[in-house]
């Protein structure tokens, strides 16, 4: 398939070991690029969406009408193992609310704008852990069968995007995290690179 310029898509090949198991298979590094911009911009929406959602509630003018308490006191199911977790969240709502409202705002900007990525990934897929277990009605196989429907839901696919992201580095295309592992600070501390990218 060529491109404007008549130049093909570069193609490698993955060579890895899955699972006790060899996994060679070639991939087009352009569409590749694509994939992974276009996920890393639909998780941002996601976060973007669910906190501004929350912060518009009561009006932009109080951020913080929004409240989990009725979810973390009521909606959890007592069959839950966590569920004593969940209601002890709930006696510091006032404290989780704008964990929850702009830990998303930023986390979707994080992700939008490619900053401090891996660091933004790992604290949506920790609140996506949060909201899968929350979910739980008894013990994690009472998920099965599937009609029980909460063992692989939304937000189990998202704590896996958002893995899958930050292991590719999503941050580097298009992002400012290409930028900031080139800068002085980066490079005398490469231990940043594990927040980078």
Do not use: H
Not at 22 to 31: G, K
Not at 37 to 55: D, I, S, T
Not at 117 to 138: C, D, S
């Amino acid at each position: 398939m060529a491109t404007g310029s008549g130049r093909q898509p570069a193609e490698r090949t993955l060579d890895a070991n899955l699972l006790g198991s060899n996994v060679s298979f070639n991939y087009s590094e352009t569409w590749l690029a694509y994939s992974i911009f276009g996920l890393r911009l639909v998780m941002a929406w996601v976060f973007l969406q669910a906190g501004l959602e929350k912060w518009a509630e009561g009006g932009w003018g109080d951020p913080l009408a929004w409240s989990s308490a009725g979810f973390l006191n009521n909606a959890v199911a007592d069959a839950n193992p966590l569920a004593g977790l969940f209601t002890w969240f709930g006696e510091f709502a006032t404290i989780v609310d704008p964990m929850v409202i702009f830990g998303q705002i930023l986390i979707g900007l994080a992700l939008l704008f490619g900053l401090f990525f891996r660091f933004a990934a790992l604290m949506g897929a920790v609140q996506m852990l949060f909201f899968w277990t929350a979910a739980w009605q008894g013990g994690l196989m009472d998920g099965f069968p599937v009609d029980n429907g909460f063992f692989i839901d939304s937000s189990f696919v998202y704590m896996l995007l958002l893995f899958g992201l930050a292991a590719w580095g999503a941050g580097r295309i298009l992002g400012i995290d290409a930028t900031l592992e080139q800068s002085d600070i980066v490079q005398q501390n490469p231990w940043l690179r594990y927040l980078l990218g």
